[in-house]
């Protein structure tokens, strides 16, 4: 063609971008530096990037979520920025991603075309939310439906999404059942279809609000590749020459511009992916441009220009330097190099330093600035720059101070510093995950915790581990003071998950800094987020024009009538349609029929434009001040309305607000379509009080859809409009959007999958670092070496001390001793290895004091506006009751069951605590009187110290650790730093186990959140009404801008810092309304330099009324009676009196009505609250608020105010609950906006410098003169205010004139007014008059015959509340004797004591006069003599003593003898040591009563010192051997190995370098040589020039043998002194030691063939050979073999294995169930891989038990009296043999297996002795003599204390074959063979025979069970049974055919179904 297009119509370039139909891909470095295209080659993006952020997605998350979240990703230390979430982007289908869990989230029904839910049922709505109730598709807890593919993005669903609002778009998008990937790819290929995808995409990035949500679809987006794959559908566009086609095109042109500018501005490096589509772009633009004029307009042209301007800069943003030089700069003087929108609002590493340039510029008072830019960049920096400045200015102090240390101390000023500072455990918390800090408390004694500004929520704390040299940042989240005072606070970390999960185990300095970055972060986002035309009012706000128009909506209808009738008749009750009522979603329709009266009239039909129309002042019930305020505020759009104090603010803006909710039909139209647009009216207010009384107003005329935000409300009747009850009420009618509602539930299912598993691990960790844990417990991370030097050195500590046992329990941990902190210190002490305290610090005295009165810090103010929806979020219970509906068959709601997990591993913990510190102020346990024992005193003093070593971050390390061969003599010191390493290990243990979950939880409460503020926007949609404090429209920003406001109402906006305003001002705002006071309280900027150098002090308010906006100040004041309000005329002058304050009674008991005491005392100044106190005017105010309190006021009347926090907590101390309780305390910021019948006002400031702080701001003094209403009292140094202040000295020198000034306080009697008053100068003198009259008494007569003893008092005159404290007097017994008790009480019994005879013992006692003596308890000493023959210890009328404690000798049956306890003679073994030779030739250590008389010895707990394998000298205890722990020594001419000596070396891949002239080995440097060895002389010659005396190829000796002939001829093996011996130098040796060579080839080939696995050692010093070339093949085949060797001992899988198979088919045969568990428990809770040695342990254990039951079970054979008392020792002893068994051990030495193996045959032949006896008595037979007497010695050698040893077996088993032959056990009395014959003979299957009770046999025929009774024919006993059940006296006699249990019996039964039953 003559254009150049191809046949299909194509022109070249569009031919270019594309190729086979596939979309193509640019490559970004075809790009120069301005973004134009050189050339574009195709390209596919690589599969294995696809799917997963790259370099830039991280950044774009940095950058995004410093806009939304705060700086999370940021590394300090390093300056990168780095994100590890990536597995959670781009919709994977997996349990961690977005893929469907089972329909958990759709569980209710169908939605209407705007979202809604509507209902449930339909099988439409079933199969779309999965309801629950379906047949195969139930999944989840919900029971809903699986889908198993998402819904499909079509035409359709896009075309009604793109009518949706942002939020909503983004949250469905992101759903992962939408298919939004999947739509993706098939709009590529539809035009149509991507046209409206890019609508669609353009609106959701304009969404602010759901940053999480929006972040998975840009993952998506890029994943998909979407700019890539869409650039042939925009270079279609140059093939179009049709004119109403081109222009479609706008529209998608536009949209892409929108989402690349939206994308560059949320994630700033995102601009590397538009380089394609943006090239694509530009040509497309230029060529629609070039052939139409009707497609580009200006607009479109202008966004894309900005956007290419914008990516631009992003893209040189980081060539950019900052110069070095900071420059002082003033108004729009040198503009800053940097866009204010793309500074990181935390800190940065240049923000900390001291000389950086923040290029701040005033905020100007008066003039216009230069643009929005101008304006916003001054605000941003300002306000940024107060939060940064204080944390510098203090961390820089701080690094002064430690760099100055030992010089004069100086103090920090703008941080508090916190050291020691640790991280302890996770916590989930509502704020996402939060940690767990512990911090040393040791230098906090003085805190106080309940009333301190330390820690309070919401304060940004500072980590450094480096002296800040970098840091991490955290808010403080919860706030607990008892956790405080243990040094626990939970903070929120502001970086990412996998930076915070490094910091554990480290130690931090933490500084704090008071500014509450919650708010400054959203503020400072806010104003990053605003762009041109964002912000409304900019002609007043930037370009400061004073003309003011009427509101937009008015000027779209200039001829607009307003109805004011509901001014007139103010007990209206507005009515309106209620969107937000019971029935959500059913506009509950108002009756808007009013009865109006006919005086009203005048204000039914005004134009509201015009004033000639308005109705007069006085119909309105105003004046003529608020008459002008109302018609400002209603006809103008810009309103500030000043209100002096009294003159009614609030009354004003209600006023105002009933008028525009009354006309609210008005305001509430689209600006374009005029159509109804239902917008709420925004009230924003500073503070929590002043919004509770403003919207209480409200609803007292309005009954519409009001909302309270935020959960800090104290007002009961705005509960009910409470947000968390409407999101309750939402939730249970369905109203919450589908994809909103289906993003929470995602989000909070996957928060409580973790939630449980995090928690229950913070718990276990909780407890590890603040309680002291169990030696068994910590065991494993101990180590087996350590564990038994601590337990084996305690035994032998019991040993040397027996007299200690009686204090160690059975329990008793070992480690609470080791650490000195159990009962036994003193022997410790007496050991001499308590070393020093390490300077104890005093504990703060706990004990009760009286309760006092609640003050109001600025702390409370703070916290109250600070936490915004403490409530709010607690969202739990109605979740679970979702579950409940949706899964009723479920008991316990999920939380329920997650707080149960947790207790139970708490709980579970708990059993591993060995010392809980709390306790330890408890009186120790076994501690009797006269014994070691410890004062209260000195028990706080150990605890406070446990707890500081507890904190401490000093940890001993692994190699210090392993150099530790004593546990017991280590310094304490050491021991807690030990301590601290094995806690700090399992610690990581349990942190390990939670991993990424902290993560996912982490991911999942984010979403959550932003599911709430969607829920939120959704909630404030629907209202009329909303209010909300600046914090929380800080919070709020994002939705608000959303939402879009028409009219604000700010009350209290001179308090509000600029920048809290603007951002809550939306484009939609037409109206805004600004209630204040500039003369009051101002805005108070954190640096008072900001405020006083850059004016960040002066509000909006204050600055546009400086700029000439029209200002209403209201004139009327209703509050002050005339004397207070004069005061207020030095303020205001124009201030008047309403009538209604002239009629206020005079204030009982003083002579004036307002009055300042003068005085001349000083203050004090408090460090810690940086503040200030004056002791003398506390006392003096208390002591006037309490006459105040006598002359009967209520306590509600009164309010003592004071400018200082230091002050308020000295008033505090002195105003007990109970005196004062209902009497408010506070500081007089508190107070702004309220009022009290009286004012008692302290002033503080008294010193000799005059300084007067805070009162020379004539704001605060402003508020303090005028908040009473009654009556006002002061104190204070007056004559130094007069001095210091203009204001101060007008009001001083008008009080003195009017005799209103004074030394002293002017008092009267109420009840003698005629007499002379009293002069109060000093606290004391208001004693004068003690009960509030005067000082004479009472006297007034009583019902009861006495005289009042009060004081001249005003309450209670008719003395009905009188309390008579007199005497009573009265005769109350026979006796004669009076009540003692006072004149108001009842008298009671006698108890007046006399002597009378007791009647159980005779004594005589003093008894009560009323006590029966026979109830007395006799206090004389028992002289009873108790069982064992000692006195009673007891009084006579208590119980005998039960353990008699007097000591005696005790003889045991060993012979040993020793002094115990009396009580303790049938217990106490014997303590005298063993001392036998055991088997490792070493001493036993154990005691004769533990080693059971030398039968069953202790382990050996010597040291071992036997000679590894690899050489080594074992350091372990004996019979121990583990793997040799020492560093190998292997080492060759190539490298050494690096692994401890037990493990497996990694061999030597080398080649040999074992080479000379004549031989070379060629193989590896690991395998034996395969050369021989060279023989020949070396050649070479030594330094000294003589001939080198080694060999060929080998290195050279360094001796020489003429210059050393001494060493070298040194006879060894004697050829070394021939002329012709040649030498071997050994490299190993450190002396280098030279051995002759024949005489070494020997030895080295000695013991080859001898099957020795040893290393050889040097002749001469013993070292082992290993380096040498000349017998690498020896040495390389012993250390193969040595490998061999470890290898079979550490790897061999399959014998472990083996071994733990046949442990558990052990384990379930035990008869025990005890046993079973405790077997179970050990097997499981060792840890991987099982330890060899402790599996043999635990076989060999349970074998033994295994014995020993049927040994057991073989002694109940035996029976008779004559055998009783022997049956039972046996008996016992086997018990004791059975828990000798029992003891967990990791070994069981060869010493302990013999030692039980012969205990079980000296018991077998103990009984078989006894049943021969036995049998002769059976069969009437007599012993003879002789045999009687080897019974007699067999016996005594099976009872004896000796070990049953050959001698004495072969002795026993003698007397056994006689007493065999004379009285065989067999009944039968037949042989083995005749007894096998007879077996044989009957032909019965096993388990047939029995025994009857004489012992004679018998067998039972058919099916073996007994079920007839018959009599045996040798004895005639009863034998048999009946209903196949075995009579008791008969017994099954297995013996006889080797069966193992009857043929009719429950084993054989279930043998026959082939179970497997265990028993």
């Known amino acids: 063609m003559a254009d150049g297009r191809d046949r299909d119509g194509r022109r070249p370039e569009a031919r270019r971008g594309m190729r086979a139909g596939r979309p193509l891909v640019f490559d970004r470095d075809d790009w120069d530096d301005e973004g134009e295209g050189q050339n574009l080659p195709p390209r596919r993006e690589p599969r294995e990037n696809r799917g997963r952020y790259d370099r830039y997605d991280r950044d774009d998350r940095r950058h995004y979520d410093d806009r939304g979240r705060g700086d999370r990703d940021h590394d300090d230390r390093g300056g990168r920025w780095r994100d590890d979430r990536d597995d959670r982007g781009g919709g994977r289908d997996d349990r961690r991603g977005y893929g469907n869990r089972d329909g958990r989230d759709q569980r209710f029904g169908g939605r209407n075309d705007r979202g809604m839910f509507v209902g449930r049922g339909g099988q439409g709505d079933r199969e779309r939310f999965g309801e629950r109730g379906g047949n195969n598709n139930r999944g989840g807890r919900g029971g809903g439906g699986r889908r198993d593919k998402p819904l499909v993005v079509g035409f359709k669903f896009l075309e009604n999404l793109q009518q949706r609002e942002p939020p909503d778009i983004v949250l469905t998008l992101s759903n992962p059942n939408t298919g939004f990937r999947e739509g993706l790819l098939q709009c590529v290929e539809k035009p149509e279809m991507l046209r409206l995808m890019l609508h669609v995409l353009a609106k959701a990035f304009t969404c602010n609000s759901t940053p999480e949500q929006l972040l998975r679809v840009y993952v998506i987006i890029k994943e998909c590749q979407f700019f890539d794959t869409s650039m042939a559908y925009f270079l279609e566009m140059q093939n179009e020459d049709r004119i109403y086609a081109q222009k479609s095109f706008r529209q998608p042109i536009k949209d892409m511009i929108t989402i690349m500018e939206e994308l560059a501005q949320k994630y700033p490096t995102s601009v590397t992916q538009f380089v394609g589509i943006h090239a694509v772009l530009k040509m497309v633009i230029d060529d629609l441009r070039e052939n139409s004029d009707d497609v580009i307009d200006d607009e479109l042209l202008k966004g894309f220009r900005e956007f290419t301007e914008h990516r631009d800069r992003l893209i040189k943003r980081g060539t950019r330097r900052r110069e070095d030089t900071a420059r002082h700069r003033q108004d729009d003087v040198d503009e800053p190099p940097d866009d204010f929108r793309e500074i990181q609002i935390f800190p940065q590493t240049a923000d900390m330093q001291p000389n950086d340039d923040r290029y701040l510029r005033v905020n100007k008072i008066e003039g216009h600035y230069n643009d929005l830019d101008h304006y916003l960049d001054v605000q941003f920096r300002l306000l940024r720059e107060d939060f940064v400045a204080p944390l510098r200015e203090g961390v820089s102090d701080y690094i002064q101070v430690m760099q100055e240390r030992g010089k004069k101390k100086r103090k920090i000023q703008d941080v508090r510093i916190y050291n020691n500072v640790r991280l302890i455990a996770p916590d989930c918390g ?164 009013y009865q109006f009266t006919d005086r009203s009239d005048p204000a039914k039909d005004i134009k509201v434009l015009e004033r000639s129309t308005w109705p007069p002042a006085d119909l309105l019930h105003l004046d003529d001040s608020q008459y002008k305020a109302i018609h400002t505020a209603l006809t103008k759009e810009f309103v500030i309305t000043q209100g002096p104090p009294g003159t009614g603010k609030t009354y004003i803006g209600l006023k105002i607000v009933k008028a525009l909710l009354h006309n609210k039909e008005v305001w509430s139209r689209h600006p374009e379509t005029g159509a109804k647009d239902l917008r709420p009216m925004l009230i924003v207010c500073y503070t929590n009080h002043a919004l509770d009384q403003f919207l209480e107003g409200i609803v007292q005329f309005y009954k519409g859809d009001v909302l309270r935000i935020g959960g800090r409300s104290t007002s009961d009747v705005l509960k009910e409009y409470n947000l968390y009850n409407f999101r309750q009420r939402f939730r249970h009618a369905q109203k919450i959007p589908v994809a909103i509602f289906q993003g929470r539930r995602e989000a909070k299912n996957e928060m409580d999958a973790v939630t449980a598993e995090i928690n229950k691990v913070s718990a276990k960790i909780q407890i590890a670092t603040t309680c002291i844990l169990r030696e068994d417990f910590l065991q494993p991370f101990m180590g087996q070496e350590h564990f038994l030097l601590l337990t084996q050195q305690f035994d032998m500590l019991m040993q040397v001390y027996p007299e200690a046992r009686q204090f160690v329990g059975k329990n008793h941990s070992i480690i609470v001793e080791w650490l000195e902190l159990g009962n036994l210190s003193p022997i410790v002490e007496m050991e001499g290895n308590l070393a020093p305290e390490i300077g104890a610090q005093e504990i703060p005295n706990d004990e009760e004091q009286d309760e006092l009165i609640d003050v109001e810090d600025e702390l409370d103010a703070i916290q109250a506006n600070r936490q915004i ?234 600055r546009m009324i400086k700029n000439g906006i029209k200002c209403d100040c209201l004139e009327l004041q209703h509050r002050m009676r005339p004397e207070i309000a004069e005061l207020m005329h030095h303020i205001y002058t124009s201030l008047k009196d309403h009538d209604d304050v002239k009629q206020y009674a005079n204030i009982q008991g003083i002579s004036k009505n307002i009055f300042f005491v003068d005085h001349k005392n000083e203050e004090t100044h408090d460090e810690d609250l940086r503040s200030h106190s004056n002791r003398y005017e506390a006392e003096y105010i208390v002591a006037l608020c309490k006459y105040l309190l006598l002359q009967g006021y209520k306590p509600t009347q009164i309010t003592v105010l004071t400018l200082y926090s230091g002050q308020l907590f000295c008033l505090r101390e002195m105003m007990p609950k109970e005196d004062f309780d209902g009497v408010r305390v506070t500081v007089v910021d508190n107070y702004q906006g309220e009022e009290n019948d009286i004012i008692l006002l302290s002033l503080v400031r008294s010193n000799e410098e005059g300084n007067i702080g805070f009162l020379k701001i004539e704001n605060r003094v402003c508020v303090a003169l005028s908040r009473a209403k009654k009556g006002f009292f002061a104190i204070g140094n007056f004559e130094l205010l007069r001095d210091r202040s203009k204001l101060w000295n007008e009001v001083v020198i008008d009080m003195k004139t009017k005799g209103r000034l004074g030394d002293g306080l002017v008092l009267y009697c109420q009840n003698h007014p005629d007499e002379d008053g009293l002069v109060a100068r000093q606290p004391g003198d208001f004693l004068k008059a003690p009960e509030g009259g005067c000082n004479k008494k009472c006297n007034y007569r009583l019902d009861c015959g006495h005289v009042c003893e009060m004081y001249c008092h005003v309450i209670d005159q008719e003395h009905k509340e009188y309390i008579c404290r007199k005497r009573c007097g009265k005769v109350i017994c026979q006796n004669g004797h009076r009540c003692r008790k006072i004149c108001d009480q009842k008298c009671g019994p006698c108890l007046e004591k006399i002597a009378k005879k007791i ?117 372990d205890t004996c019979n121990q051997c583990p793997p040799c722990k020492r560093k190998c020594e292997n080492r060759c001419q190539h490298s050494k190995c690096n692994k401890r000596c037990g493990e497996l070396c990694v061999p030597c891949m080398e080649l040999c370098t074992w080479r000379c002239e004549h031989y070379r080995c060629e193989r590896l440097c690991s395998e034996p040589c395969d050369r021989p060895r060279c023989d020949q002389p070396c050649r070479k010659v030594l330094p000294c020039n003589h001939q080198c005396i080694g060999l060929c190829g080998e290195p050279c000796p360094t001796d020489c043998r003429i210059c050393d002939k001494q060493k070298v001829t040194e006879l060894l093996f004697g050829e070394e002194d021939e002329p012709w011996a040649k030498f071997v130098l050994l490299e190993d040796c450190k002396l280098r030691c030279i051995i002759e060579s024949n005489a070494m080839d020997r030895y080295m080939d000695m013991g080859e063939d001898r099957g020795e696995i040893k290393l050889k050692d040097c002749p001469k010093c013993k070292t082992p050979i290993r380096k040498s070339n000349r017998y690498r093949k020896i040495i390389n085949k012993t250390l193969q073999d040595i490998e061999a060797v470890k290898r079979n001992v550490l790897v061999n899988k399959d014998r472990i294995t083996k071994m733990e198979t046949e442990l558990k088919d052990v384990i379930a045969e035990e008869t025990s169930a005890g046993i079973r568990l405790s077997m179970k428990r050990r097997l499981n809770a060792m840890h991987e891989p099982k330890a060899e040695n402790e599996l043999a342990a635990m076989l060999n254990q349970m074998m033994l038990l295994k014995h020993l039951t049927k040994v057991e079970e073989n002694w109940k054979e035996l029976h008779g009296i004559a055998f009783a008392q022997d049956k039972a020792k046996a008996v016992k002893f086997l018990d004791q043999f059975r828990e000798w068994i029992l003891v967990e051990r990791t070994i069981m030495t060869p010493q302990e297996t013999n030692d039980a193996e012969l205990e079980l045959a000296r018991s077998k032949a103990h009984l078989k002795l006894l049943l021969h006896q036995q049998k002769a008595r059976e069969l009437g037979k007599t012993i003879d003599h002789k045999l009687k007497v080897k019974i007699t010695e067999a016996e005594t050698l099976v009872t004896g204390s000796k070990k049953y040893e050959e001698r004495i077996r072969i002795t026993v088993e003698k007397c056994l074959a006689e007493l065999k032959e004379a009285f065989p056990l067999s009944a039968l009395g037949i042989s083995d063979d005749e007894r096998l014959m007879i077996v044989k003979a009957m032909a019965l299957p096993q388990g047939h025979w029995f025994r009857c009770p004489k012992g004679h046999v018998y067998a039972i025929a058919d099916c073996g069970g007994a079920t007839v009774e018959g009599q045996c024919p040798e004895c005639g006993s009863t034998i048999g049974g009946s209903g196949h059940r075995l009579r008791d006296d008969n017994r099954f006699f297995g013996e006889m055919d080797g069966a193992q249990h009857p043929a009719w019996s429950e084993q054989a039964n279930l043998g026959n179904y082939g179970f497997d039953a265990q028993f």
């Open 869 to 1102: 929806d403490a409530g709010d979020d607690e969202d739990a219970d109605m979740d679970d009751l979702f579950d409940e509906i949706i899964n009723a068959d479920h008991e316990l709601t999920r939380k329920e069951l997650n707080e149960i997990r947790v207790r139970l591993a708490v709980s579970e913990q708990q059993k591993a605590v060995a010392l809980s510190v709390e306790r330890m102020g408890d009186k120790p346990k076994h501690v009797q009187e006269g014994e070691w024992q410890t004062t209260k005193q000195q028990r706080k003093k150990l605890k406070q110290k446990v707890l500081r070593n507890l904190a401490s971050g000093d940890k001993m390390t692994e190699e210090e650790a392993q150099r530790i061969t004593d546990m017991w003599r280590l310094a304490i010191k050491d021991k807690w730093r030990l301590y601290r390493m094995w806690v700090q290990k399992y610690c990581d243990y349990l942190m390990t186990q939670i991993g990424a979950k902290q993560e996912e939880f982490e991911a999942a409460a984010g979403r959550y959140r932003e599911a709430l503020m969607q829920e939120d926007k959704e909630i404030m949609r629907h209202s009329t009404i909303i209010g909300m404090t600046t914090t929380g429209a800080a919070r709020y920003q994002a939705i608000l801008q959303e939402i879009g406001p028409r009219i604000i109402v700010v009350e209290e906006a001179a308090e509000v810092l600029e920048a809290h305003i603007v951002t809550t001002l939306s484009r939609g705002c037409e109206h805004l309304i600004l209630i204040g006071d500039h003369k009051q309280l101002k805005p108070n900027p954190t640096v008072y330099k900001l405020a006083t150098d850059y004016s960040l002090d002066v509000s909006l308010f204050e």
């Open 1399 to 1515: 009647p159980r013992c005779g004594h005589i006692q003093q008894v009560p006069c009323s006590m029966n003596a026979s109830e007395f308890e006799c206090k004389e000493e028992c002289k009873d003599t108790l069982p064992c023959g000692h006195k009673c210890q007891s009084k006579c009328g208590m119980a005998h003593t039960e353990y008699c404690n007097v000591t005696v000798e005790n003889t045991w049956p060993c012979g040993h003898k020793g002094n115990i306890k009396c009580y303790q003679r049938y217990e106490a073994a014997c303590p005298k040591p063993c001392d036998a030779i055991l088997g490792c030739e070493h001493r036993c250590q154990g005691t004769c009563g533990k080693c059971f008389q030398g039968r069953l010895h202790m382990p050996c707990k010597n040291d071992c010192i036997r000679i590894l394998v690899c050489g080594h000298e074992c350091s």
């Open 430 to 593: 509502e704020s996402g995950l939060c940690h767990v800090l512990q911090f040393d408390v040791s230098g906090f004694s003085h805190v106080r915790w309940n009333s301190t500004k330390r820690l309070i929520y919401g304060s940004l704390v500072c980590l450094s581990p480096d002296n800040f040299a970098s840091f991490f940042f955290a808010t403080v989240v919860n706030r607990e003071p008892k956790q405080l005072m243990k040094g626990l606070v939970n903070v929120r970390f502001e970086h990412d998950y996998q930076t915070v999960r490094h910091l554990f185990g480290q130690v931090f300095t933490m500084a704090e800094t008071t500014a509450y970055f919650e708010s400054y972060r959203h503020v400072l986002t806010g104003l990053q987020r605003t762009r041109q035309g964002d912000l409304p009012f900019e002609r007043y706000i930037i370009q400061c024009e004073s003309r003011v128009r009427s509101p937009a909506y008015l000027q779209r209808a200039p001829d607009t009538s307003y109805d004011l009738r509901p001014l007139v008749d103010e007990d209206i009750i507005l009515k309106d349609d209620r969107r937000l009522g019971e029935n959500i979603g059913e506009i509950e329709a108002a009756d808007a029929h």
